[in-house]
Protein backbone atom coordinates (compact mmCIF):
# COMPACT_ATOMS: atom_id res chain seq x y z
CA UNK A 1 0.00 0.00 0.00
CA UNK A 2 0.96 3.18 -1.42
CA UNK A 3 2.75 5.91 1.79
CA UNK A 4 2.30 2.80 4.25
CA UNK A 5 4.03 3.49 7.41
CA UNK A 6 6.91 0.83 8.55
CA UNK A 7 6.01 -1.08 11.75
CA UNK A 8 7.87 -0.72 14.52
CA UNK A 9 9.56 -4.39 14.25
CA UNK A 10 10.51 -3.37 10.55
CA UNK A 11 12.47 -0.30 11.47
CA UNK A 12 14.28 -1.36 14.27
CA UNK A 13 15.55 -4.12 11.75
CA UNK A 14 16.85 -1.63 9.13
CA UNK A 15 18.28 0.15 11.76
CA UNK A 16 20.42 -2.81 12.66
CA UNK A 17 21.08 -3.44 9.46
CA UNK A 18 21.98 0.67 8.72
CA UNK A 19 24.74 -0.01 12.23
CA UNK A 20 26.14 -2.75 10.46
CA UNK A 21 26.69 -1.01 7.13
CA UNK A 22 24.72 -2.75 4.56
CA UNK A 23 24.29 -1.15 1.29
CA UNK A 24 21.09 -0.06 0.24
CA UNK A 25 20.83 -3.06 -1.93
CA UNK A 26 22.06 -5.79 0.41
CA UNK A 27 19.09 -4.45 3.22
CA UNK A 28 16.51 -4.26 0.03
CA UNK A 29 17.74 -8.12 -0.51
CA UNK A 30 16.90 -9.12 3.18
CA UNK A 31 13.89 -6.97 3.94
CA UNK A 32 12.19 -6.93 0.84
CA UNK A 33 11.03 -2.99 1.41
CA UNK A 34 11.83 -1.11 -1.33
CA UNK A 35 15.15 1.07 -2.21
CA UNK A 36 13.10 4.64 -2.20
CA UNK A 37 11.58 3.71 1.11
CA UNK A 38 14.56 2.46 2.33
CA UNK A 39 16.54 6.16 1.32
CA UNK A 40 13.81 8.06 3.22
CA UNK A 41 14.26 6.03 6.41
CA UNK A 42 18.18 6.74 6.06
CA UNK A 43 17.34 10.36 5.46
CA UNK A 44 15.20 10.56 8.76
CA UNK A 45 17.71 8.83 11.06
CA UNK A 46 20.44 11.18 9.94
CA UNK A 47 17.98 14.08 10.25
CA UNK A 48 17.73 13.60 14.15
CA UNK A 49 21.00 14.46 14.62
CA UNK A 50 21.36 11.30 16.62
CA UNK A 51 23.77 8.08 15.70
CA UNK A 52 22.07 4.32 14.85
CA UNK A 53 23.44 3.32 18.58
CA UNK A 54 21.43 6.41 20.15
CA UNK A 55 18.23 5.70 18.22
CA UNK A 56 18.37 1.57 18.75
CA UNK A 57 17.98 2.98 22.78
CA UNK A 58 15.23 4.88 22.41
CA UNK A 59 11.78 3.59 23.50
CA UNK A 60 8.97 2.24 20.63
CA UNK A 61 7.02 5.76 21.32
CA UNK A 62 10.22 8.10 21.13
CA UNK A 63 11.71 6.34 18.10
CA UNK A 64 8.20 6.49 16.05
CA UNK A 65 8.15 10.17 16.93
CA UNK A 66 11.43 10.68 15.72
CA UNK A 67 10.81 9.06 12.32
CA UNK A 68 7.16 9.69 12.09
CA UNK A 69 6.95 13.24 11.99
CA UNK A 70 3.08 14.72 12.43
CA UNK A 71 1.18 14.39 9.39
CA UNK A 72 -1.73 16.89 9.75
CA UNK A 73 -0.42 19.28 7.59
CA UNK A 74 -3.27 19.98 6.88
CA UNK A 75 -4.10 24.29 6.78
CA UNK A 76 -6.58 25.34 9.64
CA UNK A 77 -10.15 25.38 8.10
CA UNK A 78 -12.72 28.06 9.45
CA UNK A 79 -15.91 26.62 8.60
CA UNK A 80 -15.05 23.35 10.94
CA UNK A 81 -13.56 25.62 13.37
CA UNK A 82 -16.97 27.32 13.44
CA UNK A 83 -18.69 23.96 13.75
CA UNK A 84 -16.63 22.51 16.18
CA UNK A 85 -17.53 25.21 18.53
CA UNK A 86 -20.86 25.10 17.90
CA UNK A 87 -21.47 20.81 18.48
CA UNK A 88 -21.39 21.42 22.50
CA UNK A 89 -24.52 23.38 21.99
CA UNK A 90 -25.95 21.05 19.63
CA UNK A 91 -25.41 17.68 21.79
CA UNK A 92 -26.72 19.63 24.67
CA UNK A 93 -30.41 20.69 22.66
CA UNK A 94 -30.50 17.19 21.23
CA UNK A 95 -29.95 15.90 24.68
CA UNK A 96 -32.52 17.78 26.54
CA UNK A 97 -35.64 16.03 26.89
CA UNK A 98 -37.88 18.86 26.70
CA UNK A 99 -36.79 18.67 23.00
CA UNK A 100 -38.13 15.74 22.31
CA UNK A 101 -39.14 16.06 18.75
CA UNK A 102 -35.61 18.34 17.69
CA UNK A 103 -34.28 16.45 14.70
CA UNK A 104 -30.47 17.19 13.37
CA UNK A 105 -32.42 18.62 9.80
CA UNK A 106 -34.09 21.77 12.21
CA UNK A 107 -30.34 22.28 13.18
CA UNK A 108 -28.63 22.36 10.66
CA UNK A 109 -31.23 24.93 8.88
CA UNK A 110 -31.10 27.14 11.88
CA UNK A 111 -26.85 26.44 11.31
CA UNK A 112 -27.03 27.11 7.93
CA UNK A 113 -29.27 30.62 8.72
CA UNK A 114 -25.99 31.94 10.43
CA UNK A 115 -23.58 30.43 8.19
CA UNK A 116 -24.74 30.41 4.48
CA UNK A 117 -21.25 29.02 3.56
CA UNK A 118 -21.72 25.78 5.76
CA UNK A 119 -21.32 22.87 5.38
CA UNK A 120 -23.94 20.71 3.61
CA UNK A 121 -26.33 18.27 5.82
CA UNK A 122 -24.75 14.78 5.19
CA UNK A 123 -21.08 16.67 6.70
CA UNK A 124 -22.66 18.66 9.24
CA UNK A 125 -24.40 15.21 10.40
CA UNK A 126 -20.89 13.45 10.00
CA UNK A 127 -19.41 15.99 12.23
CA UNK A 128 -22.38 16.21 14.81
CA UNK A 129 -22.44 12.16 15.04
CA UNK A 130 -18.49 12.02 15.98
CA UNK A 131 -18.97 14.49 18.67
CA UNK A 132 -21.67 12.73 20.40
CA UNK A 133 -19.91 9.41 19.92
CA UNK A 134 -16.50 11.08 21.53
CA UNK A 135 -18.81 12.52 24.68
CA UNK A 136 -20.90 9.09 24.70
CA UNK A 137 -18.39 7.34 26.84
CA UNK A 138 -18.94 4.22 29.22
CA UNK A 139 -16.50 3.87 31.99
CA UNK A 140 -15.99 0.04 32.94
CA UNK A 141 -15.91 -0.64 36.72
CA UNK A 142 -13.59 -3.29 36.94
CA UNK A 143 -14.77 -4.74 40.55
CA UNK A 144 -17.03 -4.46 43.02
CA UNK A 145 -16.53 -4.61 46.64
CA UNK A 146 -19.09 -7.65 47.86
CA UNK A 147 -21.10 -6.48 50.37
CA UNK A 148 -20.76 -2.67 49.23
CA UNK A 149 -23.37 -1.61 47.83
CA UNK A 150 -26.84 -2.02 47.14
CA UNK A 151 -28.22 -0.41 44.36
CA UNK A 152 -32.13 0.76 44.11
CA UNK A 153 -34.31 2.14 41.28
CA UNK A 154 -37.69 2.04 40.32
CA UNK A 155 -38.44 0.26 36.95
CA UNK A 156 -39.98 2.79 34.42
CA UNK A 157 -42.99 0.91 33.35
CA UNK A 158 -45.58 -0.82 36.29
CA UNK A 159 -47.38 -3.62 36.60
CA UNK A 160 -51.39 -3.64 36.61
CA UNK A 161 -54.03 -5.21 38.63
CA UNK A 162 -57.94 -5.15 37.91
CA UNK A 163 -60.39 -4.46 40.12
CA UNK A 164 -63.51 -7.46 39.43
CA UNK A 165 -65.92 -4.96 40.42
CA UNK A 166 -65.27 -2.17 38.03
CA UNK A 167 -62.72 -3.97 35.48
CA UNK A 168 -60.61 -0.95 36.32
CA UNK A 169 -57.03 -1.30 36.00
CA UNK A 170 -54.44 0.17 38.43
CA UNK A 171 -50.88 0.48 37.95
CA UNK A 172 -48.22 -1.07 40.89
CA UNK A 173 -45.22 0.74 40.34
CA UNK A 174 -41.75 -2.12 40.69
CA UNK A 175 -39.19 -1.35 42.74
CA UNK A 176 -35.68 -3.44 41.85
CA UNK A 177 -32.81 -4.07 44.24
CA UNK A 178 -29.72 -5.20 43.35
CA UNK A 179 -26.28 -6.20 44.74
CA UNK A 180 -23.50 -5.51 41.67
CA UNK A 181 -20.84 -7.95 42.86
CA UNK A 182 -22.83 -11.33 41.81
CA UNK A 183 -25.96 -9.19 40.17
CA UNK A 184 -28.49 -10.71 42.46
CA UNK A 185 -31.42 -8.20 43.23
CA UNK A 186 -34.52 -8.65 44.30
CA UNK A 187 -38.34 -7.36 42.62
CA UNK A 188 -41.18 -6.25 44.52
CA UNK A 189 -44.90 -4.73 43.25
CA UNK A 190 -45.96 -2.08 45.03
CA UNK A 191 -49.82 -0.28 45.90
CA UNK A 192 -47.58 2.85 45.15
CA UNK A 193 -44.48 4.53 44.75
CA UNK A 194 -44.79 6.28 48.31
CA UNK A 195 -42.78 6.06 51.40
CA UNK A 196 -45.39 4.12 53.34
CA UNK A 197 -45.07 1.33 50.74
CA UNK A 198 -41.30 1.78 50.11
CA UNK A 199 -39.69 1.50 53.36
CA UNK A 200 -41.68 -1.85 53.60
CA UNK A 201 -40.55 -3.27 50.52
CA UNK A 202 -37.21 -2.09 51.29
CA UNK A 203 -37.25 -3.95 54.89
CA UNK A 204 -38.42 -7.20 52.66
CA UNK A 205 -35.55 -6.85 50.37
CA UNK A 206 -32.79 -6.51 53.06
CA UNK A 207 -34.86 -9.89 54.37
CA UNK A 208 -34.82 -11.55 50.91
CA UNK A 209 -31.11 -10.91 50.49
CA UNK A 210 -30.68 -12.10 54.68
CA UNK A 211 -28.48 -9.03 55.26
CA UNK A 212 -27.44 -5.34 55.47
CA UNK A 213 -24.78 -3.89 52.50
CA UNK A 214 -23.12 -1.02 53.87
CA UNK A 215 -23.81 1.92 51.32
CA UNK A 216 -27.69 1.79 49.76
CA UNK A 217 -27.06 3.84 46.54
CA UNK A 218 -30.39 5.40 44.76
CA UNK A 219 -31.16 8.33 42.58
CA UNK A 220 -32.52 11.54 43.24
CA UNK A 221 -35.81 10.11 44.31
CA UNK A 222 -38.26 12.14 46.01
CA UNK A 223 -38.89 9.00 48.44
CA UNK A 224 -35.50 9.40 49.98
CA UNK A 225 -33.85 13.00 48.72
CA UNK A 226 -34.65 16.14 49.79
CA UNK A 227 -31.76 17.87 47.97
CA UNK A 228 -30.02 17.21 45.20
CA UNK A 229 -25.61 17.36 45.17
CA UNK A 230 -23.07 15.71 43.25
CA UNK A 231 -21.10 15.78 46.78
CA UNK A 232 -23.38 16.21 49.47
CA UNK A 233 -26.99 15.25 48.88
CA UNK A 234 -29.51 15.39 51.37
CA UNK A 235 -32.08 12.72 52.80
CA UNK A 236 -35.13 12.84 54.61
CA UNK A 237 -35.44 12.78 58.21
CA UNK A 238 -37.29 8.95 57.82
CA UNK A 239 -34.59 7.44 55.03
CA UNK A 240 -32.19 8.52 57.53
CA UNK A 241 -33.94 6.86 60.49
CA UNK A 242 -34.41 3.72 58.46
CA UNK A 243 -30.46 3.86 57.24
CA UNK A 244 -29.86 4.61 61.11
CA UNK A 245 -32.01 1.36 62.31
CA UNK A 246 -30.15 -1.19 59.56
CA UNK A 247 -26.48 0.10 60.01
CA UNK A 248 -26.20 1.23 56.72
CA UNK A 249 -25.07 4.30 54.57
CA UNK A 250 -27.01 6.51 52.08
CA UNK A 251 -25.64 7.23 49.02
CA UNK A 252 -27.54 9.45 45.96
CA UNK A 253 -26.01 9.12 42.03
CA UNK A 254 -25.54 12.58 39.87
CA UNK A 255 -28.82 14.08 38.71
CA UNK A 256 -29.76 13.09 35.88
CA UNK A 257 -27.13 10.34 35.72
CA UNK A 258 -28.69 6.71 35.54
CA UNK A 259 -25.18 5.20 34.31
CA UNK A 260 -23.61 5.87 38.32
CA UNK A 261 -26.12 2.56 38.90
CA UNK A 262 -25.59 0.79 36.09
CA UNK A 263 -26.41 -2.78 37.73
CA UNK A 264 -29.63 -2.12 38.38
CA UNK A 265 -30.57 -0.68 35.46
CA UNK A 266 -29.13 -4.01 33.98
CA UNK A 267 -31.43 -5.81 36.37
CA UNK A 268 -34.79 -3.41 35.63
CA UNK A 269 -33.76 -4.44 31.75
CA UNK A 270 -34.20 -8.23 32.71
CA UNK A 271 -37.07 -7.86 35.36
CA UNK A 272 -38.82 -6.83 31.88
CA UNK A 273 -37.41 -9.83 29.99
CA UNK A 274 -37.96 -12.20 32.61
CA UNK A 275 -41.24 -11.02 34.53
CA UNK A 276 -42.97 -8.11 32.75
CA UNK A 277 -42.85 -10.85 29.15
CA UNK A 278 -44.08 -14.26 31.08
CA UNK A 279 -47.12 -11.48 32.60
CA UNK A 280 -48.24 -10.50 29.56
CA UNK A 281 -51.01 -13.06 29.03
CA UNK A 282 -52.10 -13.28 33.12
CA UNK A 283 -54.54 -10.60 34.88
CA UNK A 284 -54.46 -10.43 38.79
CA UNK A 285 -57.45 -8.84 40.91
CA UNK A 286 -55.09 -8.38 43.78
CA UNK A 287 -51.84 -6.77 44.78
CA UNK A 288 -50.84 -10.21 46.67
CA UNK A 289 -51.80 -12.20 43.85
CA UNK A 290 -49.16 -10.34 42.05
CA UNK A 291 -46.28 -9.86 44.40
CA UNK A 292 -46.82 -13.78 44.23
CA UNK A 293 -46.51 -14.15 41.22
CA UNK A 294 -43.32 -11.87 40.70
CA UNK A 295 -41.69 -13.70 43.43
CA UNK A 296 -41.90 -16.96 41.53
CA UNK A 297 -40.40 -15.09 38.48
CA UNK A 298 -37.85 -13.83 40.21
CA UNK A 299 -36.78 -16.93 42.26
CA UNK A 300 -36.62 -18.12 38.35
CA UNK A 301 -34.18 -15.70 37.65
CA UNK A 302 -31.75 -15.60 40.12
CA UNK A 303 -31.25 -19.54 39.86
CA UNK A 304 -30.86 -19.52 35.80
CA UNK A 305 -27.56 -19.85 35.13
CA UNK A 306 -25.65 -16.35 33.44
CA UNK A 307 -23.85 -18.00 30.39
CA UNK A 308 -20.87 -15.50 30.99
CA UNK A 309 -20.05 -17.13 34.76
CA UNK A 310 -21.68 -20.73 34.42
CA UNK A 311 -23.61 -19.98 37.22
CA UNK A 312 -26.45 -18.43 38.66
CA UNK A 313 -26.98 -15.21 40.38
CA UNK A 314 -27.92 -16.99 43.78
CA UNK A 315 -24.58 -19.62 43.57
CA UNK A 316 -22.21 -15.91 43.73
CA UNK A 317 -24.34 -13.90 46.16
CA UNK A 318 -23.58 -17.02 48.38
CA UNK A 319 -20.24 -17.80 47.39
CA UNK A 320 -19.16 -14.07 47.14
CA UNK A 321 -21.39 -11.49 49.23
CA UNK A 322 -23.63 -13.38 51.73
CA UNK A 323 -21.13 -14.16 54.45
CA UNK A 324 -19.59 -10.13 54.58
CA UNK A 325 -23.31 -9.22 54.43
CA UNK A 326 -23.93 -6.94 57.93
CA UNK A 327 -26.09 -9.37 60.30
CA UNK A 328 -30.37 -8.21 60.20
CA UNK A 329 -31.38 -5.94 63.19
CA UNK A 330 -33.85 -8.28 65.52
CA UNK A 331 -36.30 -6.06 64.52
CA UNK A 332 -37.66 -4.51 61.43
CA UNK A 333 -37.87 -0.80 60.93
CA UNK A 334 -41.54 0.12 61.54
CA UNK A 335 -42.94 3.11 59.71
CA UNK A 336 -46.44 3.90 61.13
CA UNK A 337 -48.40 7.05 60.08
CA UNK A 338 -51.42 9.17 61.89
CA UNK A 339 -54.45 10.59 60.83
CA UNK A 340 -58.01 12.05 62.73
CA UNK A 341 -61.62 10.67 61.34
CA UNK A 342 -64.69 11.33 62.61
CA UNK A 343 -66.82 7.99 63.10
CA UNK A 344 -69.93 8.17 60.57
CA UNK A 345 -73.16 7.01 61.07
CA UNK A 346 -72.41 3.86 59.55
CA UNK A 347 -69.91 3.23 62.12
CA UNK A 348 -66.86 3.43 60.11
CA UNK A 349 -64.14 6.04 59.38
CA UNK A 350 -62.51 7.22 56.84
CA UNK A 351 -58.51 6.92 56.07
CA UNK A 352 -58.54 9.42 53.78
CA UNK A 353 -55.32 8.16 51.66
CA UNK A 354 -56.96 5.63 49.85
CA UNK A 355 -60.57 6.34 50.87
CA UNK A 356 -61.38 3.27 52.18
CA UNK A 357 -63.16 2.41 55.47
CA UNK A 358 -63.25 0.68 58.22
CA UNK A 359 -65.42 -0.32 60.99
CA UNK A 360 -65.82 0.63 64.81
CA UNK A 361 -68.16 -0.30 67.05
CA UNK A 362 -71.63 1.60 66.96
CA UNK A 363 -71.38 3.08 69.86
CA UNK A 364 -68.64 5.62 68.71
CA UNK A 365 -70.70 7.06 66.32
CA UNK A 366 -70.15 10.72 65.95
CA UNK A 367 -66.85 10.49 67.69
CA UNK A 368 -63.39 12.02 66.95
CA UNK A 369 -60.91 9.49 66.89
CA UNK A 370 -57.30 8.37 65.78
CA UNK A 371 -56.01 6.55 63.12
CA UNK A 372 -52.62 4.84 63.14
CA UNK A 373 -51.65 2.46 60.04
CA UNK A 374 -49.06 1.30 58.69
CA UNK A 375 -48.92 -0.69 54.83
CA UNK A 376 -50.36 -3.72 56.28
CA UNK A 377 -52.08 -3.10 59.39
CA UNK A 378 -55.02 0.06 60.43
CA UNK A 379 -55.68 0.95 64.03
CA UNK A 380 -58.45 2.94 65.31
CA UNK A 381 -57.52 4.87 68.89
CA UNK A 382 -60.28 7.06 71.06
CA UNK A 383 -58.91 8.50 73.90
CA UNK A 384 -55.68 6.15 73.94
CA UNK A 385 -58.17 2.90 74.10
CA UNK A 386 -57.83 0.77 70.40
CA UNK A 387 -61.32 0.36 69.67
CA UNK A 388 -60.88 -1.88 66.41
CA UNK A 389 -57.70 -3.25 64.51
CA UNK A 390 -58.41 -3.94 60.62
CA UNK A 391 -55.77 -5.38 57.67
CA UNK A 392 -55.38 -2.74 55.57
CA UNK A 393 -57.20 -2.75 52.01
CA UNK A 394 -54.54 -1.98 48.94
CA UNK A 395 -55.15 -1.54 45.67
CA UNK A 396 -59.10 -0.66 45.79
CA UNK A 397 -59.80 2.79 46.37
CA UNK A 398 -63.39 3.40 48.06
CA UNK A 399 -63.83 -0.02 49.50
CA UNK A 400 -65.38 -1.08 53.44
CA UNK A 401 -63.48 -3.75 55.49
CA UNK A 402 -64.81 -6.71 56.35
CA UNK A 403 -68.28 -6.55 58.34
CA UNK A 404 -66.86 -7.11 61.97
CA UNK A 405 -69.89 -8.82 63.97
CA UNK A 406 -69.42 -7.26 67.27
CA UNK A 407 -69.02 -3.30 65.81
CA UNK A 408 -73.03 -3.91 64.53
CA UNK A 409 -76.14 -3.05 66.43
CA UNK A 410 -78.67 -5.83 66.73
CA UNK A 411 -80.47 -5.20 63.67
CA UNK A 412 -77.70 -5.03 61.42
CA UNK A 413 -76.32 -7.73 63.14
CA UNK A 414 -79.13 -9.96 61.78
CA UNK A 415 -79.88 -8.64 58.50
CA UNK A 416 -75.69 -9.40 58.03
CA UNK A 417 -76.66 -12.98 59.05
CA UNK A 418 -79.78 -13.64 56.98
CA UNK A 419 -78.05 -12.13 53.90
CA UNK A 420 -75.11 -14.82 54.81
CA UNK A 421 -77.11 -17.78 55.62
CA UNK A 422 -77.37 -20.74 53.60
CA UNK A 423 -79.57 -24.12 53.51
CA UNK A 424 -77.16 -26.30 56.02
CA UNK A 425 -77.60 -23.02 58.16
CA UNK A 426 -81.15 -23.20 58.76
CA UNK A 427 -81.40 -27.02 59.09
CA UNK A 428 -78.14 -26.75 61.68
CA UNK A 429 -80.51 -24.33 63.75
CA UNK A 430 -83.85 -25.72 63.15
CA UNK A 431 -81.85 -28.96 64.61
CA UNK A 432 -81.03 -27.03 67.78
CA UNK A 433 -84.86 -26.28 68.87
CA UNK A 434 -85.89 -29.90 67.96
CA UNK A 435 -86.99 -32.63 65.64
CA UNK A 436 -90.18 -31.14 64.80
CA UNK A 437 -88.75 -27.32 63.86
CA UNK A 438 -86.09 -29.17 61.49
CA UNK A 439 -88.58 -31.04 60.09
CA UNK A 440 -90.64 -27.81 58.99
CA UNK A 441 -87.83 -26.16 57.94
CA UNK A 442 -86.37 -29.02 55.47
CA UNK A 443 -90.31 -28.92 53.88
CA UNK A 444 -89.94 -25.16 53.60
CA UNK A 445 -86.67 -25.53 51.89
CA UNK A 446 -88.49 -28.08 49.52
CA UNK A 447 -91.54 -26.01 48.67
CA UNK A 448 -89.95 -23.15 46.52
CA UNK A 449 -88.71 -23.74 42.55
CA UNK A 450 -85.36 -22.30 43.79
CA UNK A 451 -84.27 -22.62 47.85
CA UNK A 452 -83.03 -19.20 48.23
CA UNK A 453 -87.04 -18.51 47.96
CA UNK A 454 -88.04 -19.96 50.97
CA UNK A 455 -85.22 -18.27 53.38
CA UNK A 456 -86.83 -15.89 54.43
CA UNK A 457 -89.55 -18.20 55.63
CA UNK A 458 -87.29 -20.06 57.23
CA UNK A 459 -85.94 -16.94 58.87
CA UNK A 460 -89.10 -16.34 59.88
CA UNK A 461 -90.07 -19.27 61.79
CA UNK A 462 -86.88 -19.63 63.58
CA UNK A 463 -87.75 -15.94 64.81
CA UNK A 464 -90.65 -17.05 66.61
CA UNK A 465 -88.59 -18.57 69.42
CA UNK A 466 -87.52 -15.12 70.71
CA UNK A 467 -91.18 -14.05 71.47
CA UNK A 468 -92.56 -17.71 72.29
CA UNK A 469 -89.30 -19.55 73.05
CA UNK A 470 -87.79 -22.79 71.69
CA UNK A 471 -90.61 -25.09 73.44
CA UNK A 472 -93.50 -24.09 72.24
CA UNK A 473 -92.05 -23.18 68.92
CA UNK A 474 -91.41 -26.71 68.61
CA UNK A 475 -94.39 -28.13 69.95
CA UNK A 476 -96.00 -25.60 66.98
CA UNK A 477 -93.68 -27.03 64.74
CA UNK A 478 -95.23 -30.67 66.17
CA UNK A 479 -99.32 -29.13 65.42
CA UNK A 480 -97.91 -27.79 61.82
CA UNK A 481 -96.46 -31.13 60.88
CA UNK A 482 -99.91 -32.81 61.02
CA UNK A 483 -101.48 -30.21 58.25
CA UNK A 484 -100.85 -30.37 55.25
CA UNK A 485 -98.05 -28.04 53.61
CA UNK A 486 -95.98 -25.55 55.81
CA UNK A 487 -95.49 -21.64 55.92
CA UNK A 488 -94.04 -19.34 58.43
CA UNK A 489 -97.85 -17.64 58.67
CA UNK A 490 -99.11 -21.30 59.96
CA UNK A 491 -96.59 -21.45 62.82
CA UNK A 492 -97.02 -18.15 63.70
CA UNK A 493 -101.21 -18.77 63.84
CA UNK A 494 -100.59 -21.89 65.86
CA UNK A 495 -99.05 -20.52 68.70
CA UNK A 496 -101.32 -16.56 67.91
CA UNK A 497 -104.25 -18.88 68.67
CA UNK A 498 -102.46 -21.62 71.56
CA UNK A 499 -102.96 -24.61 69.42
CA UNK A 500 -99.76 -26.01 70.66
CA UNK A 501 -101.03 -26.15 73.87
CA UNK A 502 -104.12 -27.86 73.33
CA UNK A 503 -104.65 -31.32 74.60
CA UNK A 504 -107.81 -33.63 73.58
CA UNK A 505 -106.99 -37.32 74.16
CA UNK A 506 -111.08 -38.31 73.27
CA UNK A 507 -109.81 -37.18 69.96
CA UNK A 508 -106.71 -37.73 69.33
CA UNK A 509 -107.61 -38.01 65.56
CA UNK A 510 -109.92 -35.60 65.29
CA UNK A 511 -109.37 -33.80 61.98
CA UNK A 512 -108.63 -30.34 62.52
CA UNK A 513 -109.76 -27.24 60.47
CA UNK A 514 -106.63 -25.28 58.55
CA UNK A 515 -105.73 -22.07 60.60
CA UNK A 516 -106.13 -19.70 58.32
CA UNK A 517 -106.56 -15.32 58.87
CA UNK A 518 -109.77 -15.82 56.72
CA UNK A 519 -111.73 -19.20 58.07
CA UNK A 520 -114.45 -17.65 60.39
CA UNK A 521 -115.16 -18.12 64.08
CA UNK A 522 -117.88 -19.03 66.11
CA UNK A 523 -118.82 -15.44 67.00
CA UNK A 524 -119.77 -14.89 63.39
CA UNK A 525 -123.29 -17.58 63.89
CA UNK A 526 -124.55 -15.92 67.38
Not at 259 to 269: F, G, L, T
Not at 291 to 296: M, P, Y
Not at 334 to 339: H, I, L, N, S, V
Request: glycine fraction near 4%; charged fraction near 25%.
Amino acid sequence: MANKPLTMLQIRRILKLFMEECSIRELHRQTGIHRVTLKNYLHRFRASGKSFVELADLSDHDLAQMVHPSRNTKAPDERFEDLEGRLKGYAKELANKRNKYLTKQVLWEEYLKECPNGYHYSQFCHYLEQHLQRNDLTMVVPYHEPGNRLQIDFAGEPLWIVTPRTSERIACPVIVCTLPCSSFFYAEPLASARQEHLIPALNRALVYLGGVPRNVLSDNMAQSVTKASRYEPHFNELMEHWALHYGTNLQATRIVKPKDKPSVEKSVHIAYQQIYARLRNETFTSLNALKHRVNELLEQVNDRIMPDYSESRRQRFHDMEQAVLQPLPSTHFAYKRETKAKVKRNYHVILGEDRCQYSVPHKYVGEMTKLVYDESVVEVYFKFERIAIHQRILGHRGRYSPPVEQHMPESHRRYTEQKGWTEEDFIEKAARVGTSTEAVVLRLLTSKPYVEQSFDSCLGVLSLQRKYGAPRLEAACGVALQLPGASYRLVRNILENNRDQRSDPAEPHAPMLPLHDNIRGKELYR
